[in-house]
Each structure stands twice: as structure tokens, then as C-alpha cells.
């Protein structure tokens, strides 16, 4: 081979090698959850890889610990996840950022008692079997109405299990309640009754959100990939917010939802109504992410955390939870 040749194969060579980089570079694997929400509409249409020019592998993970699980192993870059989950990680040590809040405590999550349980009331949980998908928000805010009711885990047996389980469980009459989201939420409604919801346990003191949240390193990397994702999960908000009929039991939309994570449109559309959503520039303020240690995330986490702690699920609390919040994907989305 010539000087010449030589030259021109180490510069392909070079070439490709730097093509392959790229293109690993703009691939990410995304962990979602079974939540009725707008933007699971740009995830089931191919919309997020649109506009982030990226190729993203979605995963269906059953519950925040799970993905957290991922996250730490580096088999998952993105995810959406629980506020309680998300306190417990991150004063386990592991680096992520909170750059989109999907939703605050709303009617969308709910502990719900079996008909012939002989639970009518709040009053009526002592003795009882309830559960909740492990160190969620639910699982989270079960322990605390629980605290707030004055009983403890030695009147009221709890059971952290995965919502699949939960379903099962309650249909065989084995628990006696279940704090769950939708899907499960639907499931355990038909032969049950709403007892108290998310946005009423947060009313007392308990406040979750969840968010889409980051690897550190990712964050760091890629913030233009956050801020594009951003974007396709406000425009879908906006959608729903503007035109409440395009997202109706008869829309596209709902039978969309409930093609790519279960149950019916009739179903998904009536779960998107008890959401509570935050438009872009509520979420950059400093009520939410745009406050440093005082923001409304981060105090959430700090509170968290401290609950968990007092109940023996974590070791620590961090002085400060603000290095794991940023406003400034969403902050572009309002620019």
C-alpha cells in the first residue's frame, strides 16, 4: 500500500470512527410508567425523537425505584419517576437532575378500600391491610396519612409491592386498600371506593410531584436534549389545556393512551382529568425549580427525605437538595 493510501484509510478510518461516536452520542434509553399523560402521546407517535433529533429507546418500568435502579447501572440516561423514590436516591448518592415536573399531587393517585372490607372512613384503617408500589410517592404518602391519622405501621399493615401485584391482591381480597395510580387506580375503583386523593394527603401536609429527571453526567452533556424534550412535553400540555375536547373519551388522543399503556380512551381521558399540571413558566419560578435550596422541589425532597429517614427507609438527609433540580429546561420552553 502506498503513503498515499495509507493516508487516505487512517482518514476514513478516523472518519468512521468518529461517525460511530456521534451516533452513540445521540442515542439515550428513556424510562416512562404507566401514567395517563399528554406527553405519552409524543412517546407512542415517535414525536420526542422528532424533535430531539435523537434515536430514544423507551422502556416501561413498573415503578421510580426500579428506574432509579437503571439509572445508577447506566442502562437508563431519562426517566420519569416519583418524588419519594427520588428523595431516597438521591440521598443514597446518586447524581440526577429534575428538569421537568409532569405533575403535582392531584386526584390522579388515591387510596382506594375494597367493598367488604369494612373500611368506610379514614377512621376505619386500624387492623387493616393496605398497600402501595415500593417507595413511591403513594407508598410515600400512605405512611404519612397513616402517621397523621396517629397510627403507626404496627396498627396498619403495609405492604410495599409492584401495582401489578397490588390489582391481584385486592381483587383475591388478600388487602383490604391499595394507594395506587392508573392504571390501578381504574382497576381497583370498580370494586372499591376512593378513600383520599394525592392532592388531599398533600393538603395535610405531604406534599409529591414527579418529574422527568436526568443522569448528572447526561444533564451536563446534553442540555440541549432536555430542553428539546421539554419542549414536546409542554407542547402536549398546552394541547390539553387549549382543547380539552382533542383530548376527549372520543379523541384520537385517548385511544392513543390507551393503545401504548392500557385500559380504554374512555378510561385514559377521565385519568387525564385529574391531573394536576404546571404550566412551563409556574415550573422555572422559584415556587418550583428556579429556587435553589428554597425551591419548591427541593424543599419537597428535603421533607421527604427527612420522613423517610424518621421511618428507617433511608440513613441520611442531605443539607441541601437543590443541586439535584434545574430550571432551565423548562425556562427555555417560556422563552
Known sequence: MTKAKMLLAAIAGSVALMGAAHAADKHVTVAYQTDALPSSVAIANGEFARATGYEIDFRKFDSGA??????ASGDVQVGYVGSSPFA??????????????????GTDE???????SGIESLNDLKGKKLAAAP?????????ALIKSLGLSEKDVEVFAIPQPEIVAAFNRGDIDGGFVWDPAL????KTGKTLITSKEV?????????AWVAAGSFASEHPDFLKSFAGVVNKEYASFAADPAAWGPDSENAKVLAKFIGGSPEQQAAALKNLNLLKPADQASAAWLGGGEQ???????????QFLKDQGKVSRVL??????????AVAAVTN
Request: aromatic fraction near 8%.
Open 66 to 71: 426500579e428506574i432509579f435502579a437503571a439509572i
Open 88 to 105: 431516597a436516591a438521591t440521598s443514597r448518592g446518586l447524581d440526577v437532575k429534575a428538569f421537568q415536573l409532569a405533575s403535582i399531587s
Open 110 to 116: 388515591a387510596l382506594v378500600a375494597r367493598n367488604g
Open 135 to 143: 417507595v413511591s410517592t403513594d407508598h410515600y404518602q400512605l405512611l
Open 186 to 189: 381504574t382497576e381497583l375503583k
Open 202 to 210: 398533600a393538603e395535610r401536609g405531604s406534599p409529591t410531584f414527579s
Open 295 to 305: 425551591s419548591g422541589a427541593a424543599k419537597i425532597l428535603k421533607d421527604t427525605a
Open 319 to 328: 443539607d441541601s437538595y437543590a443541586a439535584f433540580v434545574t430550571p432551565d
